[in-house]
């Protein structure tokens, strides 16, 4: 299994929601991924988990809370969000710090 | 923070010419990857490059690492519409492994 899946594909939330995003994947990797890609832009990094703790946070707003149940799993909390914040939202995982990544096809949001 | 430039940003090409794309570092880099995200899709992983000077080849894909492993190009021989996508290279840096910072990419058309 070499997939990193992402849930849902699309979302569409209020200013007022709170929802969150699902990574998963099974490859064993220790270090895992937030990016946000808005449209024709490159994916910026958000947070980086490693070993199932947070290691970075690109100064990341607090609407956006990331957790890392175990080191399968990685969700992406959102509350209050502002239209700006729609974007492609894409998980990533590596087995190490520095190789190969993986990507899921990423959650497309839409905050109205 | 790291800066890793991309040029061009946009390249238009008939299929059957040859395409290149170039990333550039202020900093040494500790490896570079290159990635392709089809429109409406993910990041792919195409390579990675480690050592000084390292030139890999991919059918018709020639990836380089430059001596001083600031830069790195990609050359496609031959262009076929399937090469349509945006290439991108990333990077960790040396002293935190885990922050894969993309550079802004080259988005290639090829007119068939």
């Known amino acids: 299994d070499t997939e990193v899946t992402q849930t849902p594909k699309h979302l569409v939330m209020g200013m007022t929601n709170k929802k969150s995003l699902k990574c998963e994947q099974h490859?064993?990797?220790?270090?895992m991924y937030w990016y946000k890609q808005k449209a024709k832009k490159p994916p910026e990094l958000m947070f980086v988990?490693?070993?199932?703790?947070?290691?970075i946070n690109e100064s990341v707003p607090s609407r956006f809370s990331p957790e890392c149940p175990n080191s399968s799993l990685l969700n992406l909390h959102l509350h209050a969000l502002q239209p700006e914040d729609s974007a492609l939202y894409l998980c990533?995982?590596?087995?190490?710090?520095?190789?190969?990544?993986?990507f899921g096809q990423g959650t497309r949001l839409t905050v109205v | 923070g790291q800066q890793v430039m991309q040029i061009p940003q946009y390249q238009h090409v008939q299929e059957g010419e040859d395409f290149t794309t170039y990333c550039n570092s202020s900093?040494?880099?500790?490896?570079i990857q290159w990635y392709k995200q089809r429109p409406g899709g993910h990041p792919v992983f195409l390579i990675q490059?480690?050592?000084?000077?390292e030139v890999k080849k991919q059918k018709r894909l020639t990836f380089q690492f430059g001596e001083a492993k600031k830069n790195s190009s990609l050359h496609i021989t031959a262009t076929q519409t399937t090469d349509v996508g945006t290439y991108f290279c990333?990077?960790?840096?040396?002293?935190?492994?885990?922050?894969?910072?993309f550079g802004e990419g080259t988005q290639l058309t090829v007119n068939p």
């Open positions: 990533a995982s590596t087995r190490a710090g520095n190789t190969e990544a993986f």
């Open positions: 490859m064993g990797h220790r270090a």
């Open positions: 988990y490693s070993y199932e703790k947070l290691s």
């Open positions: 900093t040494t880099l500790s490896n």
């Open positions: 490059l480690v050592k000084s000077g």
């Open positions: 990333t990077s960790h840096l040396r002293a935190s492994g885990s922050r894969l910072t």
